[in-house]
């Protein structure tokens, strides 16, 4: 959700995956948690200079969260890293339950992995990426550049599905 390769380092550019870092904030901010633990590291295999959950605590406290709300996991890579580094943060705070705020087309892998680290959480899908039919729009049926992404997005969601499957990870 956060371009950690960005030319412009003094100010974090979001991704279309924003979603998932205001509906965090946005919970927050309705009392419903006390805390937003931002899980990412750098997610890149050769550039880790600029970790993921150091330029969203940059956001976080612009957007008003105090310091002492925010939590941080800055060493994964991966969804399943995500997961594990997580838990260890939430057993050395004593947490028992989380809302876990990802994108809807990650969901189901992301929830895998932290069910598999015995992490009760509540599910909070956000960063929707489909269209209602039913609107008419020609758009919809016109091809472009923007629906090929979609496309690639949710072939990419299924193979990491199956090799997290095959890797013991969900």
Same mark, same amino acid.
């Given at each position: 959700?956060?371009?950690?390769?960005?030319?412009?380092?003094?100010? @974090?550019? &979001?991704?279309?995956? #924003?979603?998932?870092? %205001?509906?965090?904030?946005?919970?927050?901010?309705?009392?419903?948690?006390? =805390?937003?633990?931002?899980?990412?590291?750098?997610?890149?295999?050769?550039? /880790? +200079?600029?970790?993921? #959950?150091?330029?969203? !605590?940059?956001?976080?406290?612009? &957007?008003?969260? @105090?310091?002492? /709300?925010?939590?941080?996991?800055?060493?994964? +890579?991966?969804?399943?890293?995500?997961?594990?580094?997580?838990?260890?943060?939430? !057993?050395?705070?004593?947490? +028992?339950?989380?809302?876990?705020?990802?994108? #809807?087309?990650?969901?189901?892998?992301?929830?895998?992995?932290?069910? =598999?680290?015995?992490?009760?959480?509540?599910?909070? @899908?956000?960063?929707?990426?489909?269209?209602?039919?039913?609107? !008419?729009?020609?758009? %919809?049926?016109? @091809?472009?550049?923007?629906? &090929?992404?979609?496309?690639?997005?949710?072939?990419?969601?299924?193979?990491?599905? %199956?090799?997290?499957?095959? +890797?013991?990870?969900?």
């Amino acid at each position: 959700m956060i371009q950690t390769i960005s030319s412009v380092k003094e100010r @974090p550019e &979001l991704t279309d995956s #924003a979603d998932r870092l %205001l509906d965090a904030v946005r919970i927050y901010k309705a009392k419903k948690a006390k =805390k937003i633990l931002f899980t990412g590291g750098s997610g890149l295999l050769f550039a /880790d +200079k600029y970790r993921e #959950a150091d330029l969203a !605590n940059k956001i976080l406290l612009d &957007l008003g969260v @105090p310091k002492e /709300d925010i939590l941080l996991e800055r060493e994964s +890579k991966n969804t399943y890293e995500n997961a594990v580094e997580s838990a260890k943060i939430l !057993n050395a705070h004593g947490f +028992k339950d989380i809302i876990l705020v990802t994108s #809807a087309f990650h969901f189901r892998r992301a929830a895998g992995c932290f069910t =598999k680290q015995g992490i009760v959480f509540y599910s909070y @899908p956000t960063d929707y990426r489909s269209f209602s039919t039913d609107s !008419n729009a020609f758009d %919809l049926w016109v @091809p472009s550049p923007g629906y &090929l992404e979609l496309s690639t997005l949710a072939i990419k969601e299924w193979v990491g599905v %199956l090799i997290y499957e095959l +890797k013991g990870y969900l």
